[in-house]
C-alpha cells in the first residue's frame, strides 16, 4: 500500500462515522483534505463503546492483549510507505524522520507485548494465613495490579506515531488492559486515520470487541472538555503545551470523580557545561549543542534549550562554536503555521527582556524556523523567571555564571525538568556529585556527556518529571513502567482460588 488519501472520517466502535461540519488540513505540502469535525456526541458514543468493551478486554488474558498489539504493529508495517508519505505531506518532516518514528512505535508496542507476557508488571504479592498467629490470626491477602477502565488519549503535534493515535499512551493503555478513546491532533489528520485504520483491521482480524478502539478527529474546545469531563474515562494521557494542559488537568481535577491527567507540558532540558569538560572539547561541544538544538526544527520535547557556562575563555570558545554552527543552519518547515508563529513570537519576546542578548537574530517564514541564540548572566536569569519558560523551536539561552556556586543556584532554581545534562571530566567528578542531588529533584532522566534529544524505549526509561515537565512525577510515558499508569492495586482477602483472577491463581 504506497498511496493513501484519506475519506476524513472518525472511527468510531468499529464504525466509520462522517459528520456534517468539517475542517480542511493544513499540509505541508500536496493538497489539502477534508476531515469531519468532531463533536460531544461523538466523545459520548466512544466512551460508551470502550466502557462496553471494557468487560471483555479488560479480563482478557495477557496473551491475547499480547497478540492484539502485535497484529497492531503488522498493520501499522503493512502501510509503511503510505503511513510516511501522509505523514511528511501533513507535516513537512523528512521520510528518514518518519521512517524511523514509525519502527519506533512499532517497537514500542511490541515491547510492551512482550513485557506483559511477562507478568512482572502485575507486581504479584501474597502473604499466606496465619490462622495460629496470636494475638489475632492473619487472613490470605493477595494482590494484583487491574486495568483501571477507559482511557482518553490526546494526539501531540511533534509525533504523528510515536505519541499519537498509536503512541505511548494508547499502547502502554491497550496493553495494561484499557480500550482507548484518542481525540486526534488536527495537524495530522490523515496520519491519525491511516493508523486507525490499522488498528481497526487488527481489532477485526483478533477478534476483540470494536469499542476497544475510537478516533475522534479534531474539534474545537468543548469537544476535548467533553473527554475529559465523560464519567466513563478513568485517565487522560496528554503531550503538548503548557497551557493546554494544565486547562485539561484542572478539568480532570474538578469532576465529581476526578482522575489522573497524564500529562507531558513542557520542558527547556538544561545542560551544565563542567569546566573540565570545557577545556578540553568546548569547540566539539558547541558544534553538538547547535545540531541537538536544530535537530527537527527543535520540535522535541527533549531539546536541550538552555546551556549553562562559567565565565571563561573555555565558556566564550563553547559559545562562539555553537553561534558559528548555528549560524550555518538552513530554515526548516515547522509542524504547523500557528507553531511557526509561536515560535517567532517566543523569539521577539526573549530578545525583548533586559540584560539578554540576542547573538543570533533570523526572519522566520510563514511556517518556517531558523534557529536564535541568547545570552545573560546567572544573576539576571535568577531575577527573572520568564527566561526559564519554553520556547518550542529552534532557540538557545546561554546563561554565563560568575562562578560554581552560581551555578547550583540556577540548578536550585529550575522548574521541573524532562531532563538535565552534565558535560563533563574527570576533573569534574567532584562538583558533578554536589549538582547530581540538585538536578535528581529537578527531572525526570539525567545525562552525562550527551544530548537528551534521543529517547530508548526501554524497561528503565523514565519520559516525565516534576511539574510542569508532567502532571504526575511519579509516572513516565516512554519505558514499560509507562504501563503502570493505567493499572491500579487490588487485594484479594481469603478469596477462593477458584474466583480469583487467573494471574493469582497459582501465587503462593
Request: charged share 15%; glycine share 10%; aromatic share 6%.
Amino acid at each position: 500500500m504506497t498511496d493513501f488519501t484519506p475519506h476524513g472520517k472518525h472511527l468510531i466502535a468499529g464504525q466509520w462515522v462522517s459528520t456534517e461540519q468539517k475542517f480542511q488540513s493544513e499540509p505541508a505540502t500536496g493538497s489539502a483534505h477534508e476531515f469531519s469535525h468532531g463533536t460531544v456526541d461523538l466523545v459520548d458514543q466512544a466512551a460508551q463503546a470502550a466502557e462496553e468493551a471494557f468487560w471483555t478486554y479488560g479480563y482478557a488474558s495477557r496473551e491475547e492483549r499480547a497478540a492484539f498489539l502485535n497484529e497492531i504493529a503488522d498493520q501499522i508495517e503493512a502501510r509503511a510507505e503510505a503511513i510516511t508519505q501522509i505523514g511528511s505531506q501533513e507535516t513537512g518532516l523528512p521520510e528518514a524522520r518518519l521512517q524511523g518514528e514509525r519502527g519506533r512505535t512499532t517497537g514500542q508496542i511490541r515491547l510492551f507485548a512482550s513485557h506483559i507476557l511477562q507478568g512482572d508488571y502485575l507486581d504479584l504479592r501474597h502473604d499466606a494465613a496465619l490462622p495460629d498467629r496470636a494475638p489475632l490470626p492473619r487472613p490470605d491477602l493477595r494482590m494484583i495490579q487491574r486495568p483501571i477502565g477507559p482511557v482518553a488519549v490526546f494526539g501531540a503535534s511533534n509525533f504523528p506515531l510515536a505519541f499519537s493515535t498509536a503512541g505511548g499512551d494508547t499502547a502502554s493503555a491497550l496493553a495494561a488492559g484499557c480500550p482507548v478513546v484518542v481525540k486526534g491532533h488536527s495537524a495530522h489528520p490523515g496520519t491519525g486515520e491511516i493508523i486507525a485504520e490499522a488498528i481497526h483491521a487488527a481489532i477485526q482480524k483478533c477478534g476483540v470487541h470494536p469499542g476497544v478502539f475510537s478516533l475522534v478527529q479534531g474539534g474545537n474546545r468543548a469537544v476535548g472538555q467533553s473527554l475529559v469531563q465523560h464519567p466513563l474515562i478513568q485517565a487522560v494521557g496528554f503531550t503538548g503545551s503548557l497551557g493546554g494542559g494544565r486547562a485539561l488537568f484542572d478539568l480532570c481535577a474538578q469532576r465529581p470523580d476526578p482522575i489522573p491527567f497524564f500529562g507531558e507540558l513542557g520542558s527547556v532540558n538544561p545542560m551544565f557545561m563542567l569546566p573540565g569538560a570545557m577545556a578540553s572539547k568546548a569547540d566539539e561541544l558547541g558544534q553538538g549543542w547547535a545540531g541537538s538544538l536544530t535537530m527537527g526544527a527543535g520540535q522535541f520535547c527533549t531539546n536541550p534549550g538552555i546551556a549553562v557556562v562559567q565565565a571563561s575563555e573555555d565558556g566564550e570558545r563553547f559559545i562562539a562554536a555553537t553561534l558559528a554552527a548555528l549560524t550555518q543552519t538552513d530554515a526548516q518547515v515547522m509542524l504547523t503555521q500557528g507553531m511557526a508563529q509561536t515560535y517567532a513570537s517566543g523569539a521577539e519576546q526573549m530578545g525583548s527582556h533586559t540584560n539578554v542578548q540576542a547573538l543570533l537574530e533570523t526572519a522566520c517564514g510563514p511556517r518556517e524556523a531558523k534557529p536564535f541564540l541568547f545570552k545573560t548572566t546567572a544573576q539576571d536569569w535568577l531575577n527573572n523567571h520568564a527566561l526559564s519558560e519554553e520556547v518550542f523551536g529552534p532557540l538557545g539561552l546561554v546563561i554565563v555564571a560568575s562562578n560554581a556556586q552560581e551555578v547550583l543556584d540556577v540548578a536550585r532554581s529550575l522548574p521541573g525538568q524532562l531532563t538535565a545534562t552534565l558535560h563533563m571530566s574527570a576533573n569534574d567528578t567532584e562538583f558533578a556529585r554536589k549538582i547530581r542531588p540538585i538536578l535528581e529533584r529537578k527531572a525526570g532522566r539525567i545525562l552525562a556527556n550527551g544530548f537528551p534529544t534521543g529517547v530508548e524505549v526501554c524497561d528503565a526509561m523514565v519520559h516525565g518529571g516534576p511539574y510542569p515537565a508532567s502532571t504526575n512525577f511519579g509516572a513516565t510515558s516512554v519505558g514499560t513502567l509507562a504501563i503502570r499508569r493505567f493499572l491500579r492495586p487490588v487485594c484479594y482477602q481469603n478469596i477462593p482460588t477458584d474466583v480469583l483472577p487467573a494471574d493469582l491463581r497459582t501465587l503462593g
